[in-house]
């Protein structure tokens, strides 16, 4: 019977939580919500280490965070444009230019759809200060984590009862086929735009 051991099971621990969401703030990997369930479980299933799985879940985001910021501050605004759809990257722009520490810290705080990886992108390819933008990154991200570990502490019996339910095993197969097709879609998008051809000017 499939459960979320067999669909999951490789992310199932310790070191799950740092890796998935590692993968989850650069540019090849699609899931959606997919960190924020495996805190969830991870945290209900182990209650008395219902702390650890934020912090190795902001430490894996800032690593995944890192490596794509730097691309975008390699490629540059040249680059991006090559990336990023023409009207999505003109809104992140200006959100990214005229952003103060809360525009900053709204995206690593908001769920899917909104676009948090072209963000960090943005913000790598605009130069915004390391700094100011990895710890508000930080803050934002333990916020978010810590406060779903500590709900499923909390509740962690019902939180299970849940995600063992048929139903919302459905679901996870779902995700995991959207996980598959988002990542191979987004690998060769990215693949495209880096061989695409600058324009030839005078």
Not at 69 to 87: H, N, T
Not at 159 to 165: E, F, I, K
Request: hydrophobic fraction near 55%.
């Amino acid at each position: 019977m499939f459960s979320l051991s067999t669909a999951f099971g490789f992310f199932l621990t310790w070191w799950g939580a740092f890796l998935m969401a590692a993968l989850d703030t650069t540019l090849l990997f699609f899931l959606p919500f997919g960190i924020d369930a495996l805190i969830v479980y991870l945290a209900a299933r182990d209650p008395d280490l219902f702390w650890m799985y934020p912090l190795l879940a902001t430490a894996g985001s800032m690593a995944g965070a890192a490596l794509t910021y730097f691309i975008g501050r390699a490629i540059g605004d040249v680059g991006l444009k090559r990336m990023i759809p023409e009207r999505r990257l003109a809104r992140l722009q200006k959100r990214v230019r005229d952003s103060g520490a809360i525009a900053l810290a709204l995206p690593a705080l908001l769920p899917p759809p909104f676009p948090l990886t072209p963000f960090i992108l943005t913000c790598g390819a605009l130069s915004v200060n390391r700094w100011r933008f990895f710890s508000t990154f930080a803050s934002v991200r333990l916020l978010r984590f810590g406060t779903e570990a500590l709900l499923a502490r909390v509740y962690g019996r019902r939180v299970l009862n849940v995600l063992q339910a048929e139903w919302f095993q459905t679901v996870v197969i779902g995700f995991a086929v959207i996980a598959v097709v988002g990542s191979i879609v987004s690998a060769v998008v990215l693949w495209k735009n880096s061989h695409a051809r600058r324009p030839v000017t005078a």
